[in-house]
C-alpha cells in the first residue's frame, strides 16, 4: 500500500479566508522550498518561464491577426451588401464607411500587437470583451445591418470548424455581384475600392 502525504488543514475565519497564521505557515513552506532550489535549476525555471511567456505572447498576436480577418471578411462582405441594396450612386458612400470601418479594425489589430510587444508580462485580459468592442465598432462604422453580432455571423459564415466546408449562401451570393463587371463608372470604383 502507497504512502499518502499527510492533509493540511488551513484554519480559516468565518467568512471562509485563511487566517493570518495559516497564510505565514504557507509563505514560510514556500519560501523553504525556493531556498533548496541550486542556481542552475532557478535559471532553468526563469528560461521555461519566459518561453512560455513568449508563446502566450505569439499566440496572443497571432488571434488578433485571425479576428482582424474575420472583420475584414465581413466588412468586405457587408459592403457588397449594401452595395446590392443601394442605387449607384450611394456605392461611394458605402465604400466610404467601409473604408472607415477597415482602418478603425486594422488600428484596433496594430494596437493590440503593440501592447503585447511592449508588455514585460502578458498580462491575462478579458480577451472576448475586447474583441466585441473591437466588432461593435466597426459595425457601427460600417451601419452593418444586425449590428456586431451580424457582422461576427458575417465574418465566421463558413469558418466554424464544426460546420463541412462547403460553400455559404450569404457571402457566395454577394460574391455574384463581382463575377460581371458594372457598367456604371461609380458602382465599378466603389466595388474595386473593397479590394
Given at each position: 500500500m502507497a504512502a499518502t502525504a499527510p492533509v493540511r488543514v488551513v484554519a480559516s475565519d468565518s467568512r471562509g479566508a485563511p487566517s493570518e497564521r495559516s497564510s505565514l505557515d504557507w509563505a514560510k513552506r514556500v519560501q523553504d522550498a525556493h531556498q533548496k532550489r541550486s542556481p542552475e535549476e532557478w535559471s532553468r525555471v526563469l528560461k521555461q518561464l519566459d518561453s512560455a511567456r513568449e508563446v502566450e505572447r505569439q499566440s496572443r498576436k497571432a488571434k488578433a491577426v485571425k479576428k482582424h480577418a474575420i472583420?475584414?471578411?465581413?466588412?468586405?462582405?457587408?459592403?457588397?451588401?449594401?452595395?446590392?441594396?443601394?442605387?449607384?450612386?450611394?456605392?461611394?458612400?458605402?465604400?466610404?464607411?467601409?473604408?472607415?470601418?477597415?482602418?478603425e479594425s486594422?488600428?484596433?489589430?496594430?494596437?493590440?500587437?503593440?501592447?503585447?510587444?511592449?508588455?514585460?508580462?502578458?498580462?491575462?485580459?478579458?480577451e472576448e470583451s475586447d474583441e466585441d468592442n473591437a466588432m461593435v465598432?466597426?459595425?457601427?462604422?460600417?451601419?452593418?445591418?444586425?449590428?456586431?453580432?451580424?457582422?461576427?455571423?458575417?465574418?465566421?459564415?463558413?469558418?466554424?470548424?464544426?460546420?463541412?466546408?462547403?460553400?455559404?449562401?450569404?457571402?457566395?451570393?454577394?460574391?455574384?455581384?463581382?463575377?460581371?463587371?458594372?457598367?456604371?463608372?461609380?458602382?465599378?470604383a466603389a466595388k474595386f475600392m473593397l479590394y
Open positions: 472583420r475584414s471578411r465581413a466588412l468586405a462582405a457587408e459592403g457588397l451588401r449594401q452595395m446590392s441594396m443601394a442605387p449607384a450612386s450611394e456605392h461611394m458612400a458605402v465604400q466610404t464607411r467601409w473604408q472607415s470601418a477597415q482602418y486594422t488600428r484596433h489589430r496594430e494596437m493590440e500587437c503593440e501592447a503585447l510587444d511592449r508588455a514585460a508580462d502578458v498580462v491575462l485580459a478579458d465598432q466597426t459595425a457601427q462604422l460600417m451601419g452593418a445591418e444586425g449590428g456586431a453580432a451580424g457582422l461576427h455571423a458575417l465574418g465566421n459564415e463558413g469558418l466554424t470548424d464544426a460546420a463541412p466546408r462547403r460553400p455559404t449562401g450569404g457571402v457566395d451570393e454577394l460574391l455574384k455581384q463581382l463575377r460581371t463587371e458594372p457598367t456604371d463608372e461609380t458602382e465599378c
